[in-house]
């Protein structure tokens, strides 16, 4: 166990659906991402939270929406997805964003779109 | 544009050894880290190098040499266990002001007895 963890770990859903992945980290961490990963792809720097607040947002489509209520908490909200958007979804959280800051990820979500 | 290459896969025997090599090509470069991943699993961070050498970690060492926008990462004494996916990860800045890390596609290493 990394001390981030991600809900649901699986999920399908329908073009049309609206739903949203959580993760939570349990490290007193003040930064938290979210990651892409296919399958012979690179990671996918998605979002990225620090102290709460967005900082970075890497081109990624509106129909991908995150929250970072706190600290603690980082959430992705999904609505009109494609099949393409089918992937491991990744959450990570960092003592801060310094070059040294190791990232610490949690165990995904695993979604597939219909 | 940023690029990592590291090769998709390697394959070794039990109690060997095996280096897995990742070049990069940023626009700048504030360090070079490896994760490994097993099936199903997270990614967990294994080393970091900020400077030019040798870091080592029980049976994991890596390597960077700046100059050369190479690094690698050297696993000895192979167990089983060993077998997953590492990835090389660059921290480079981008145009936002912030350095985020840049990942490989990955390197599938699988252990045989």
């Known amino acids: 166990e990394t001390g981030v963890t991600q809900t649901p770990r699986h999920l399908v859903m329908g073009m049309t659906n609206k739903k949203s992945l959580k993760c939570e980290q349990h490290?007193?961490?003040?930064?938290m991402y979210w990651y892409k990963q296919s399958a012979k792809k690179p990671l996918e720097l998605m979002f990225v939270?620090?102290?709460?607040?967005?900082?970075e947002n890497n081109s990624v489509p509106s129909r991908f929406s995150p929250e970072c209520p706190n600290s603690s908490h980082l959430f992705l909200h999904l609505h009109t997805l494609q099949p393409e958007d089918s992937a491991l979804y990744l959450c990570a959280s960092s003592p801060g964003q310094g070059n040294t800051d190791t990232q610490y990820f949690g165990p995904g979500t695993r979604l597939t779109v219909l | 544009g940023q690029s990592l290459e590291q090769p998709s896969e390697v394959t070794a025997v039990e109690g060997a050894i095996v280096q897995i090599n990742c070049t990069y090509q940023t626009s700048g470069f504030y360090g070079l880290s490896w994760y490994q991943q097993h099936d199903g699993g997270a990614p967990t961070f294994l080393s970091y190098?900020?400077?030019?050498g040798l870091e080592e970690t029980g049976r994991f060492s890596s390597f960077l040499s700046r100059s050369d926008s190479y690094g690698y990462l050297l696993l000895q004494e192979l167990q089983m266990k060993d077998s997953a996916s590492y990835f090389c990860a660059v921290r480079t800045p981008n145009n936002r002001g912030n350095t985020p890390l840049v990942f490989g596609k990955g390197t599938r290493l699988s252990v045989i007895a």
């Open positions: 490290l007193g961490h003040n930064a």
């Open positions: 190098n900020g400077l030019d």
């Open positions: 939270y620090s102290l709460e607040e967005r900082v």
